[in-house]
């Protein structure tokens, strides 16, 4: 009995340390939804003859400015827990007398590579052809100008698909005509003039020039054009702007321009132009003057003229837009709060928001923004590094190695909308999960904003949209809003997880972002690294790595336990074997006399 007492204990302390290691594991956090979830057969099912379905293609944002909402950051503010930290805190947490422990966590700047789908929200394009070249445009309703690179377009990117610059008189839009505007050149201090005032492009001085600007330093600029588009199935003739000259961070990788989807006011840059949902409705491609996008992690679908209730987990509400004259953006009302949890919260410029695809986070006033955070410091301080006074991860650009056990304790935030439709948020919502190098941090995906001409404003970003499935309905001038249900995604984007992913011949699995890419997009060595190849993808293996530090101490710490006990057994077979051996020696030792 006492030789079998040394492998109980160290049975049970293993069994303790694993209960241990699981409490500092993750917990899923189940999203929720004040939205009543109906039967789709109680819907009163919109007509779905004339709908152009378009897929939505995901790619991880472009590089964030502090000064704009587009974009997430590269270089962020990473708050670093180490395990001891975890271990001392639940330590304190369940001892019957408290050790007062509190967190000190470690600030390190970290570059991280957002190539791959490396955060929930991002940027989502469309493929379309022009002049019967295929063209990725991202797309935006927060502008209204279809802009491509052109050939000649020395700073685009050598990978971008170029129109050709071999035009015709029809399919440019000449400097004199009468769509290009006049007596604004030396107002605007454009560098080409004509003789009737309008701005001509700097690189094509015949035709008619356009300039796009954003709030994140990037734009484009060239000459506007006409030709045949063909968006799905759908052909047309419509105006667009062909990019002599961009900026470095105009757009990513894999897409080549923009498609501006908002109002035709935002489309004069500063000659105005017809938007291409513009185009579709007045040359009726469309039925009605609409759309709708389903945005999810990993792709979606944008649906021209209308939109298709499949795609929606609850009923359909509509709020009225807040138009200005002339309309530009999709705005709404927005009450002037927000409810945490079961509190309203007042906050600053927190009256109307925007709604804008080309957004990637939840955009507030600074103001607004430092209301919030001093109203969680001061009831939720029980997340770790929430409440610290230096360095808090509550701040834009800023990601903590948050556990979800932790993010259980964070509130949730609804945002009324017209005081008809509670957007409510979770906080796997609002905090986008990194993955890196086997390791998980949660990145707050609320960002400030300085108010620009004195007037704060909301932005309802990526964040938002990639949970609700939007209807802009430009006819009736309102806003659709329902949870999201199945966006049909499509491509490699739809799969989830290794097993499936390496199962389509077509798709690779990146290992460092974790995501599923066409192969034709993917750098493999031998198949196996960085992105997996079918039979090579380890997918098992892959997905222990996360675990491997916590299976490792766990393992470590058995050893150690139970050392003393495999020593203990070790002298006492040692010892038996002696005893055997004296033995032998006694009863079968020969007497070599006998053979003398």
Not at 112 to 122: M, R, T, Y
Not at 320 to 345: C, H, K, R, W
Not at 511 to 527: H, K, V
Request: hydrophobic content about 35%.
């Amino acid at each position: 009995m006492f030789r079998c007492f040394p492998l109980y204990c160290c049975w049970t302390w293993t069994v303790l340390l694993i209960w241990f290691f699981y409490q500092l594991e993750t917990n899923p956090i189940k999203s929720q939804t004040n939205l009543q979830v109906l039967n789709y057969s109680t819907f009163s099912r919109f007509p779905e003859t004339n709908h152009t379905y378009l897929p939505l293609i995901y790619e991880s944002p472009k590089p964030w400015n502090p000064t704009t909402g587009r974009g997430f950051p590269y270089h962020v503010k990473l708050v670093q827990y180490s395990y001891w930290d975890r271990v001392l805190a639940l330590v304190s947490r369940y001892s019957f007398i408290s050790i007062g422990y509190s967190y000190h966590p470690v600030i390190r700047y970290e570059s991280i590579e957002l190539k791959g789908g490396i955060v929930s929200a991002g940027e989502y394009y469309i493929q379309l052809e022009i002049g019967s070249k295929p063209f990725q445009v991202q797309v935006d309703t927060g502008s209204s100008t279809l802009a491509v690179p052109m050939e000649g377009c020395d700073t685009c990117r050598k990978t971008s698909m170029k129109y050709s610059s071999q035009l015709t008189e029809k399919s440019i839009i000449g400097c004199h005509d009468r769509l290009c505007t006049r007596d604004i050149c030396q107002v605007l201090g454009c560098s080409e003039c004509s003789s009737s005032g309008a701005c001509c492009a700097k690189k094509m001085p015949k035709a008619c020039g356009f300039f796009l600007r954003y709030g994140d330093g990037s734009g484009a600029e060239g000459a506007l054009l006409v030709d045949q588009v063909k968006v799905g199935n759908t052909s047309l003739v419509a105006q667009f702007g062909g990019i002599l000259e961009d900026t470095t961070n105009f757009e990513q990788s894999s897409v080549d321009g923009i498609l501006g989807m908002g109002y035709p006011a935002l489309g004069c840059t500063p000659s105005c132009i017809e938007p291409l949902i513009d185009s579709m409705f007045r040359q009726s491609k469309i039925e009605q003057n609409m759309f709708s996008l389903c945005m999810s992690a990993r792709g979606g679908h944008l649906v021209l003229g209308g939109y298709d209730l499949n795609m929606a987990a609850s009923d359909i509400t509509f709020v009225p837009m807040i138009l200005s004259s002339p309309p530009t953006f999709y705005a709404v009302s927005l009450g002037g709060s927000i409810q945490v949890d079961n509190e309203e919260l007042n906050l600053d410029g927190f009256d109307k928001g925007i709604v804008d695809s080309g957004t990637t986070l939840l955009v507030i006033s600074e103001q607004a923004f430092i209301q919030l955070k001093t109203y969680l410091q001061s009831h939720y301080c029980q997340v770790p590094g929430l409440c610290d006074a230096q360095h808090s991860w509550f701040d834009s650009a800023t990601c903590a190695n948050l556990k979800a056990s932790d993010l259980q304790h964070l509130p949730t935030l609804t945002i009324h909308v017209g005081n008809r439709v509670d957007l409510i948020l979770t906080p796997y919502d609002y905090m986008l999960q990194v993955s890196r190098n086997g390791y998980t941090f949660y990145c707050l995906g609320i960002q400030s904003l300085p108010s620009k001409d004195s007037s704060p404003f909301v932005i309802l970003g990526n964040t938002v949209m990639t949970k609700y499935l939007t209807i802009f309905d430009r006819q009736q001038q309102r806003i659709g809003l329902a949870l999201a249900g199945d966006c049909q995604v499509v491509g490699c984007e739809r799969y989830e997880d290794c097993e499936t992913c390496s199962l389509d011949e077509t798709c690779t699995f990146h290992i460092p972002s974790g995501t599923c890419q066409p192969r034709q997009d993917s750098y493999s060595f031998l198949g196996i690294y960085p992105s997996c190849v079918g039979r090579f993808c380890l997918c098992k293996v892959q997905n222990a790595i996360p675990q491997f530090w916590t299976l490792l101490v766990i393992l470590s710490v058995a050893g150690v336990l139970s050392f003393p006990y495999f020593v203990i057994q070790y002298c006492i077979r040692r010892r038996r074997l002696d005893s055997a051996v004296s033995e032998s020696d006694t009863f079968y030792r020969p007497n070599l006399e006998t053979y003398l």
